[in-house]
């Protein structure tokens, strides 16, 4: 950008696709740079999304821990503001979603307040699989 002749300042705007808090920096040769935080947060929520890793399981033992999280169109976490049904499925004729307890769930809420919600999955195969 340019300041021009005559003038001692130039305008400009800036936008962020992540959450989170950059320092602009205006620089030019011989001069001392000028910096300014900003405070970006995450957009509406566009979607879900999981944090936790793919898993390996083994036939009737629980994977580890699922987390499911409400993501704006950039994928940052968005905090609910009210609490939010998640439904829970999957391919697998044979496989369950289950709370701490062990009982079976077909959704989770996200909370007001929060952005994430965990649940395990349970993989069970019934008679022979080729």
Known sequence: ????????????????????SPVLTAADSGLTSATQGETVTAGTVAKLGYT?????????????????QL???YGNAVTATSAQTVNL??????????????????SVTIASGSSTRA??????????RC
């Open 1 to 20: 950008m340019t300041i021009a002749s005559g003038s001692s300042s130039a305008s400009f705007t800036y936008k962020d696709a992540l959450a989170g």
């Open 52 to 68: 936790s890793s793919p898993q390996t399981l083994v036939v009737g033992l629980s994977s580890g821990t699922l987390t499911v």
């Open 71 to 73: 993501d704006d169109a």
């Open 89 to 106: 499925t999957t391919s697998s004729t044979a496989g369950q979603f289950l709370n701490a307890a062990g009982t079976s769930i077909t």
């Open 119 to 128: 649940s395990s999955m349970k993989i069970r195969w019934w008679g022979a």
